[in-house]
């Protein structure tokens, strides 16, 4: 029989219950308390993420933000500033020294990417994984990724772009100077696609969902059952969620 | 002296970098490393943003630095390394 690993829902929320959310699952796969687990979720309002090296100033346009009801939260995972708004995230957390799970980072990268492959490959979208965290299809990206280890487990999670609205992105991000900003728009308008944009149609959630879902099954040969948070991680998360929603961590660098 | 440059590691990641410096001695006072790079642990980077300080910004002296740090505090860089980090502090030099 393949192994059980729990699948989460959790459905869209904000970006702060988000990255909360995450790291409670992080936290208590750590301390044994639960198995390996793939979380896929939405968020509502939209928001944009930051790596966590990642200066908030120099990336975010806050007042924006506001003006278009754009959270924004810095996550604990390095990488690139994020706008999430149709789109499906996924969060897989797996202890470090799992069978499955390789020491290298690049490695298990590329592993958990080609769950994302798989999933794609579902929706008749052909990809493949571009290093350092990027999955890209025609050249273009479809999908960025960001992994984290900590007290001996591994976190990843990325984004699965459902459709995406460029010129509201840019409105978000700052970018060094207004001269530029169509040329920028311009470029990232080639780099990056969409399910909607691949298939030539919306796909609804629940089927991004379900493929992923065949996805993660299919790369790490396990059987995904669905669950629901712990109630220590509920607890957890509402903590770490006052953190993430903090000044002091968001305006950290 | 205030200054930041913005580099573009070949092959690697886009790297921040905002430094304060002493325009006398040319040592760091301050410095932050900024980019959409990874580093493992995360917490790292701040512990080699206090250990750059009162380092000269000189190629040499700075790759020494960076790379007994890394060693030292035991931090994995993706998309970044010892050499990507020297240069984008330099830059901050005119």
């Known amino acids: ?253 | 002296m205030r200054s930041q440059s913005v580099y573009k590691v070949p092959n690697g990641k886009l790297l921040k970098i905002f430094l304060e410096y002493d325009k006398k001695n040319d040592r760091i006072r301050e410095i932050r490393i900024t980019g959409d790079f990874f580093a493992y642990p995360e917490e790292s980077i701040e512990q080699m943003e206090n250990a750059l300080k009162n380092t000269i910004v000189e190629h040499e002296q700075l790759l020494d630095k960076i790379r007994s740090i890394i060693t030292e505090y035991n931090i994995q860089f993706i998309g970044v390394d010892a050499e990507g980090l020297t240069h984008g502090i330099l830059m901050c030099k005119p």
């Open chain 1, 1 to 253: 029989m393949n192994e059980q690993w729990r699948l989460l829902q959790t459905g869209a929320n904000s970006a702060y219950a988000n990255m909360a959310i995450d790291k409670a699952m992080l936290v208590a796969n750590s301390e044994g308390k639960v198995p390996p687990t793939v979380r896929l979720y939405g968020w509502v309002p939209p928001a944009i993420s930051i790596g966590y090296f990642q200066s908030l100033v120099e990336e975010i346009d806050v007042v924006a933000c506001k003006n278009f009801g754009v959270d924004y939260v810095r996550r604990i995972t390095g990488g690139g500033a994020v706008f999430h708004d149709k789109e499906l995230t996924y969060s897989i957390v797996i202890s470090e020294s799992h069978p499955k799970m390789p020491v290298n980072i690049m490695k298990s990268y590329g592993l958990i990417c080609g769950a994302i492959i798989n999933g794609l490959n579902h929706l008749g979208i052909k990809s493949e994984y571009a290093p350092i965290n990027d999955i890209v299809t025609g050249g273009k990206k479809i999908s960025g990724n960001a992994q984290t280890r900590k007290f001996g487990t591994v976190l990843q999670h990325g984004t699965i772009i459902m459709d995406v609205d460029v010129d509201l992105m840019f409105s978000l991000l700052k970018v060094p100077s207004e001269k530029i900003k169509d040329k920028l728009i311009k470029d990232v308008k080639q780099r990056v696609t969409s399910i909607k944009h691949i298939l030539g149609k919306e796909l609804n959630f629940d089927d991004v969902a379900f493929a992923m879902k065949q996805g993660f099954e299919q790369e790490f040969d396990v059987e995904l059952i669905e669950g629901s948070l712990t109630k220590e991680e509920m607890v957890l998360a509402k903590k770490f969620e006052k953190d993430f929603s903090s000044k002091d961590w968001n305006h950290k660098r």
